[in-house]
């Protein structure tokens, strides 16, 4: 059956399977380390610390992948990826009294460039794999696989915090490395060895993009990104835990199910922006959907005194929607404004943008809430998203090709 299908949609279903799996294993590691490291005492900020290199290491990896992709091919940087990880994995085995936070923030390095060059990898070739008159096309693939990958993301959050409960801390990491390793070695037999290699070699000095459009849309996600994580990675799950008294299955469960809502709404979001009119959308979009999303934030701020599970539970699912509608038209634009020779090199430095915007987000979640609680993170993250949709006022109005296929 798979040997039946064309080439390039084989190539699709191997990039995207590696990248699912890959997903749940990165989303399970993030529930298991905020949660168990909770457990043993870390405050808020010494658990957002813990993910400092995480984030620095995908800036620095988004940078220079695109330009590794570009040179060697995106096979190699993805299976790169898959091996780094359970190298990672593999380091968060040993006995809780040798976990020290130099060696656990050492693992968390490895996992951000594993996690990064995995992503890097998986949009660049979708942008090879579909012809480029067809950008409706494009788009829906782009959707798929960035709505599957958060919707498995949401997954391993669940899986992160059942594994917590039943098998404990070390016992998950040994068996996520396992399957990882599984799936490594079939990639390294399936993906085509020439995907995504420059006919040009791109130099080292060519990591930078020259490009407006990529450049604009860059400085919009980091804002973007900053916004989400700078609530949601550490101060949620703390708050929900001290708080309100949640215990790990529930915050697993809780913010898993919010996640796979997110992705499913990424995957459909084709059709909520235009689709079926024969469009495909541009900066205008990308604007006014930034600029509705910055309400939300601002308002669960002005309520969360009121009945806080209820207002963030009803706020969450408002913004899971209106965050994914804005991520997937990130995401389309991007590959859609990335040129075609050496992809990999616009779209890792995109891609380092909204690392950096993690890493803001990350850091800032840990200090402002432990200084001034949720209700600041939730500002600030109003803040953020205002200046992403006011960069996004700049952005290219008309797309080439913005007519999509209805055949595709």
């Not at 380390?33 to 900020?45: A, E, I, N, R, T």
């Not at 990958?149 to 949401?154: D, F, Q, V, W, Y």
């Not at 934030?297 to 002005?302: D, G, H, R």
């Not at 806080?308 to 913004?319: K, R």
């Amino acid at each position: 059956m798979f040997s039946r299908l064309a080439p390039e949609v084989r190539q699709y279903l191997v990039v995207t399977g590696n990248y699912w799996v890959f997903t749940l294993s990165d989303g399970a590691l993030r529930m298991l380390v905020v949660l168990h490291f909770h457990q043993l005492g870390y405050s808020p900020l010494e658990v957002a610390m813990l993910f400092l290199f995480y984030e620095v290491f995908g800036v620095v990896t988004n940078l220079v992948g695109g330009w590794l992709g570009a040179r060697i091919g995106l096979n190699r940087t993805m299976n790169l990826g898959l091996a780094l990880q359970v190298v990672a994995l593999g380091m968060l085995t040993l006995p809780a009294a040798w976990l020290t936070v130099p060696w656990v923030m050492g693992a968390q390095a490895l996992s951000g460039v594993a996690k990064d060059l995995n992503k890097m990898s998986a949009k660049s070739s979708i942008k090879l794999l579909v012809p480029n008159d067809r950008q409706g096309v494009l788009y829906k693939w782009v959707a798929a696989l960035t709505g599957s990958k958060n919707a498995l993301k949401g997954v391993g959050f669940f899986l992160g915090g059942a594994l917590l409960s039943t098998v404990g801390f070390t016992g998950s990491m040994v068996g996520m490395a396992g399957v990882l390793l599984g799936v490594w070695l079939l990639s390294l037999v399936l993906l085509r060895r020439d995907l995504g290699k420059a006919k040009n070699k791109p130099k080292f000095s060519q990591m930078l993009s020259k490009s407006r459009a990529v450049n604009l849309l860059s400085a919009a996600r980091l804002f973007l990104f900053g916004a989400r994580d700078v609530w949601f990675v550490v101060a949620l799950p703390v708050f929900l835990a001290t708080s309100l008294g949640w215990d790990f299955w529930r915050i697993g469960g809780f913010l898993a199910a919010w996640l796979i809502g997110y992705g499913a709404v990424q995957s459909v979001a084709p059709w909520v922006t235009g689709r079926r009119s024969s469009k495909v959308p541009d900066g205008r979009a990308a604007f006014a959907w930034a600029a509705v999303l910055a309400v939300v934030p601002a308002a669960m701020a002005l309520l969360l005194g009121l009945e806080p599970q209820t207002v963030l539970v009803a706020g969450l699912a408002v913004f899971g929607v209106l965050f994914a509608v804005n991520s997937s038209l990130h995401s389309y634009l991007i590959v859609s404004y990335a040129a075609e020779d050496g992809v990999s090199l616009d779209v890792g430095f995109y891609y380092m943008a909204n690392a950096m915007g993690r890493l803001l987000g990350t850091v800032l979640s840990g200090w402002v809430f432990q200084a001034a609680g949720l209700a600041a993170c939730l500002w600030v993250s109003a803040g953020f998203i205002v200046v992403a949709a006011l960069v996004s006022m700049a952005l290219p109005r008309h797309l080439p090709g913005a007519r999509t296929s209805r055949t595709g």
